[in-house]
């Protein structure tokens, strides 16, 4: 993306919507938008080769795809790509589906304006690229292929500011493990290192795809959440638990401790003082066995 110009790709069917995203991205002064409108998913999937966009917009409603897995189909085909959503619908059960699915935004049709909807872009073309910058910069743990510390901060930084914009409620979950030492001391280091990937897998699999994964200690994990309920803590931290018998490995030798906090809409907390906040309730938390 230039620093005034943004592509766009736009997949609508429907031509009013798309005269009045046009209109709306016309419509804001000193941002320079070049919008390609595709009317089906597999027109726009094509549009994707050999073209330089900075984003896609993404109707739910195509003639050849819809719902959830048009996002899901999308993002596999331009997983650096940032996708927003389009709904007509005022459910945030499809929002959240929608982000859980790669998206990095939705907006709903109806409730959008031209400020609004050229915030969000940028908004969501910044977050993509700092998403890639960490990744290109090998900001990951190797035993794990999670977030390292400083990757969890720095993403975790700018999801906290989105959630204060939509005025979102958010879960930091923080585990932390014991036992490990006596593994890698009777079994070795590389034993060890095969316990923490495997754990890795299992965290992927319990956590939507956009939820924050990372290691941010020797023993520690920690996932931020965004858009939870008001019992997303409780419900995020029996998850983890259920899915630790899944860790067969030496389950006699390992003990973990879950804690989650919640952090209401609103409020304005840095991802620094969020995680010492889990940190400490997760002092307080007995341990469990795998």
Request: charged letters at 20%; hydrophobic letters at 45%; proline letters at 3%.
């Amino acid at each position: 993306m230039e620093a005034a110009h943004i592509n766009i790709l736009l997949l609508e069917d429907d031509p009013g919507d798309a005269a009045l995203i046009r209109h709306m991205l016309g419509g804001v002064r000193g941002i320079p938008v070049h919008l390609e409108r595709a009317q089906r998913l597999a027109d726009g999937l094509e549009l994707l080769h050999g073209n330089n966009f900075d984003l896609i917009l993404l109707d739910l409603s195509l003639p050849d795809s819809s719902g959830i897995d048009t996002v899901a189909r999308m993002h596999a085909r331009a997983p650096d790509m940032p996708i927003i959503v389009l709904t007509g619908h005022d459910d945030e059960a499809i929002g959240a589906s929608a982000i859980w699915a790669g998206a990095q935004d939705y907006l709903v049709k109806g409730q959008v304006n031209g400020p609004l909807l050229i915030r969000s872009i940028r908004y969501a073309i910044s977050r993509q690229r700092c998403q890639t910058a960490i990744r290109q910069q090998s900001l990951v743990d190797e035993a794990t292929g999670l977030y390292n510390r400083h990757a969890f901060l720095t993403l975790a930084q700018r999801d906290l500011k989105l959630a204060r914009r939509r005025n979102e409620r958010v879960v930091l979950v923080l585990i932390r493990r014991g036992g490990l030492g006596r593994v890698a001391a009777t079994l070795g280091h590389e034993h060890g290192q095969r316990i923490f990937a495997d754990f890795a897998q299992i965290l992927r699999a319990a956590f939507r795809e956009t939820d924050l994964i990372a290691r941010v200690g020797p023993d520690e994990f920690a996932i931020l959440a965004l858009d939870v309920s008001a019992e997303g803590a409780e419900v995020l931290a029996s998850s983890v638990q259920k899915s630790l018998p899944m860790l067969t490995s030496h389950q006699d030798w390992l003990s973990f401790r879950v804690a989650a906090v919640t952090q209401e809409a609103g409020v304005d907390i840095s991802a620094r003082e969020l995680l010492a906040k889990a940190d400490a309730a997760c002092h307080v938390t007995q341990p469990a066995n795998a």
